[in-house]
């Protein structure tokens, strides 16, 4: 089955710089890639997607890039602000498409 | 914006005492999901549920727990005799389509067996 990896584990960024996540994936045949963010106490929330068909996605000062060739896709939070603190969650869905795989999860901290 | 809910948000039960966890998907959603998450793991998928029975289950997924969609609106978790194990946050979501699309998560229920 799928296998998605994510680094950093932890992340602190000074308030303003910029942030960055890494994940790989094990099955080829995975097509929807979703980032997600979970407050304290809350589920994880979409904050952007990709599918295969797609190198780069943006959403104001969130954009996704995806390189299906080396199985890696990357979250890139621009100007950051301390409501970005949380933590951040890649996943991949596999060939079936109906489950997601979650990577392990960045605890990112931005400091005023 | 339409939501998951969940309830309990957080349940403590004895140890082999059954427990149900309840959700109430999204209106027009036909897919439903439960997953976990054990503390400082990842989460993990644990079961699909589709069209009145279960589509795909993980390897956690064994015969203590069921599912099921007792009406038209809830979908619910059984863990018939807990275990020290299954202490763990417990997510329901649902998914309009089956295939390659976004899932919305509810707030989560923390289960802790003692």
């Known amino acids: 089955g799928e296998n998605v990896e994510q680094h950093p584990s932890t992340l602190s960024v000074q308030e303003g710089d910029s942030a960055v996540i890494k994940c790989t994936y094990s099955d080829s045949a995975s097509n929807y890639f979703p980032w997600y963010k979970q407050e304290l106490g809350k589920g994880p929330q979409l904050i952007i997607d990709?599918?295969?068909?797609?190198g780069e996605k943006k959403d104001q000062r969130i954009a996704v890039t995806l390189n299906k060739t080396a199985k890696h896709f990357s979250l890139h939070i621009t100007e950051t602000q301390p409501e970005d603190s949380a933590v951040y969650f890649c996943a991949a869905t596999g060939a079936a498409g109906n489950k997601l795989t979650f990577g392990g999860g960045t605890r990112v901290l931005v400091k005023p | 914006e339409p939501e998951v809910t969940q309830t309990p948000s957080h349940q403590v039960t004895q140890m082999g005492q059954e427990v149900i966890l309840r959700c109430v998907p999204i209106s027009n959603h036909l897919y439903f999901y439960w997953y976990r998450q054990i503390l400082g793991q990842k989460v993990e998928f644990l079961v699909s549920f589709y069209n009145n029975e279960i589509s795909e289950k993980s390897e956690i997924f064994d015969d203590q727990f069921s599912v099921e969609r007792p009406d038209g609106s809830n979908f619910t978790l059984k863990i018939r005799s807990t275990k020290l194990e299954d202490s763990a946050m417990y997510f329901c979501a649902s998914t309009e389509q089956g295939r390659n699309t976004e899932a919305f998560f509810g707030q989560g229920t923390r289960l802790t067996v003692v």
């Open positions: 990709i599918r295969s068909n797609v």
